[in-house]
């Protein structure tokens, strides 16, 4: 008969992303989660919506702004930072937001 502590150390250990980076990219663009902050956002209550404004940091959609890296109109920005939730570039409102530093 088998020890348990035995038994358990056989089992292989709890995987973590190799790509720390590609994971935070995941959480910015699947639609659930504050592109800025990366906090869960809230639910609206009766329907199978995402409320329109982070919580935790204040980030809300931008109308009519663009990504300066995939130019999609998916740009939210909170008071000092923005990021895109589309392609998930993340940083300054002038680093994120096309048009901004036009050339």
């Known amino acids: 008969m088998r020890n348990l502590r035995e038994k358990h150390s056989d089992l292989p250990k709890k995987l973590t992303p190799k790509a720390r980076r590609e994971a935070e990219t995941k959480l910015r663009t699947d639609g659930r989660h504050c592109p800025t902050c990366l906090q869960r956002l809230a639910s609206l209550s009766g329907k199978s919506q995402t409320a329109n404004r982070c919580a935790a940091c204040g980030a809300h959609r931008a109308a009519g702004k663009r990504c300066a890296t995939c130019h999609e ?31």
């Open 73 to 103: 109109e998916s740009v939210w920005e909170g008071k000092t930072s923005a990021a895109c939730q589309s392609c998930g570039a993340h940083g300054s409102k002038l680093r994120v937001v096309a048009g901004a530093l036009e050339r």
